[in-house]
């Protein structure tokens, strides 16, 4: 297995985040596996989301890419394609014995994305949502205890929560560049119980058309309320985890409901606009980490 120098790592995200990214919170051991996680994953879902390729071009390369997983976490030649990616990923699978099938997950969950949206399928419900979240989502939080050396049923379940939490924020925090993709993430079940054909989104206009109907709204503050309450399902982990593992989830768990609490303040219209975390949030996330309590994690 070719393996890079120990000084190499990879390089620093360079995409929009939610969340730091093996930061300087991180032991500087574990920030080379981190860091190659973090550039699997950002790979694979460019193949899958970035540019203009057709799906089947799309499908064929993410083949090709988990082929390429496949033969790394085995011992065996890539195709050279993504040296960038497989050759730290190779050094952190043989240093740290990260699980292979968590990493397959996440192309998995790339895969579904690329063949429902040019399907044009949508999600039944709030458990069929869940579902992909544990693939797309769950893996990366699994991946992260792994390195950590933390496996106990609880800890897991209470990072599934957080991880799924996130990429239900993201969800809600991507409805304008989502509707204009063709990628619906709104659960049908809770369409209709606001009355909503999912066709009245199929038109979808972004800024500059008229406002959301009240009813669209309502719809994105339920949505909104149940990633706030499944967060807080998780967030009690921040106290179980040791040292800056610890320190690092409160900032990904504040992250996260501070994309909530923008969210709100655009009485829920993301269908025209989308809030992030920038900066300028940088105090009051380091203050609410600080003073996050057992009781609560505001």
């Known amino acids: 297995m070719?393996?890079?120098?120990?000084?190499?790592?990879?390089?620093?995200p360079t995409h929009y985040e939610n969340f730091p990214v093996a930061s300087w919170l991180c032991p500087p051991r574990l920030r080379p596996p981190i860091a190659a996680i973090y550039v699997f994953a950002r790979t694979a879902d460019d193949i899958a989301d970035e540019g203009d390729a057709t799906p089947a071009h799309r499908l064929?390369?993410?083949?090709?890419?988990?082929?390429?997983?496949?033969?790394?976490?085995?011992?065996?030649?890539?195709?050279?394609?993504?040296?960038?990616v497989f050759g730290p990923l190779g050094a952190a699978l043989l240093d740290f014995a990260l699980?292979?099938?968590?990493?397959?997950?996440?192309?998995?969950?790339?895969?579904?994305?690329?063949?429902?949206?040019?399907?044009?399928?949508?999600?039944?419900?709030?458990?069929?949502?869940?579902?992909?979240?544990a693939r797309s989502a769950n893996p990366v939080g699994r991946l992260l205890l792994h390195l950590y050396g933390v496996d106990d049923a609880a800890s897991l379940a209470q990072s599934d929560a957080v991880c799924s939490a996130?990429?239900?924020?993201?969800?809600?925090?991507?409805?304008s560049v989502d509707l204009r993709r063709g990628r619906f993430y709104l659960p049908l079940a809770d369409c209709a119980a606001h009355g909503i054909a999912p066709a009245a989104f199929d038109d979808f206009r972004p800024l500059g058309a008229a406002p959301p109907e009240?009813?669209?709204?309502?719809?994105?503050?339920?949505?909104?309320?149940?990633?706030?309450?499944?967060m807080q399902q998780g967030a009690p982990l921040v106290h179980g985890l040791p040292g800056r593992i610890g320190w690092e989830l409160r900032l990904v768990v504040q992250g996260g409901l501070r994309i909530?609490?923008?969210?709100?303040?655009l009485d829920f219209d993301t269908f025209s606009q989308r809030p992030a975390v920038g900066a300028a949030d940088a105090p009051?996330?380091?203050?609410?980490?600080?003073?996050?309590?057992?009781q609560s994690v505001r």
């Open 260 to 265: 909530l609490d923008k969210i709100e303040a």
């Open 284 to 294: 009051l996330l380091a203050w609410r980490a600080l003073r996050m309590r057992r």
């Open 214 to 230: 009240r009813a669209a709204l309502a719809l994105v503050a339920h949505e909104v309320a149940w990633a706030r309450a499944l």
């Open 60 to 84: 064929a390369d993410l083949h090709a890419f988990r082929a390429d997983l496949a033969a790394t976490a085995h011992g065996g030649s890539t195709s050279g394609r993504w040296p960038q």
């Open 2 to 12: 070719s393996r890079p120098a120990p000084t190499d790592v990879a390089p620093p």
């Open 99 to 133: 699980p292979e099938p968590l990493l397959a997950d996440l192309l998995s969950a790339f895969v579904q994305d690329i063949e429902k949206t040019r399907d044009g399928e949508r999600y039944t419900d709030r458990a069929e949502l869940l579902a992909y979240c």
């Open 166 to 175: 996130l990429q239900l924020i993201n969800f809600w925090q991507d409805l």
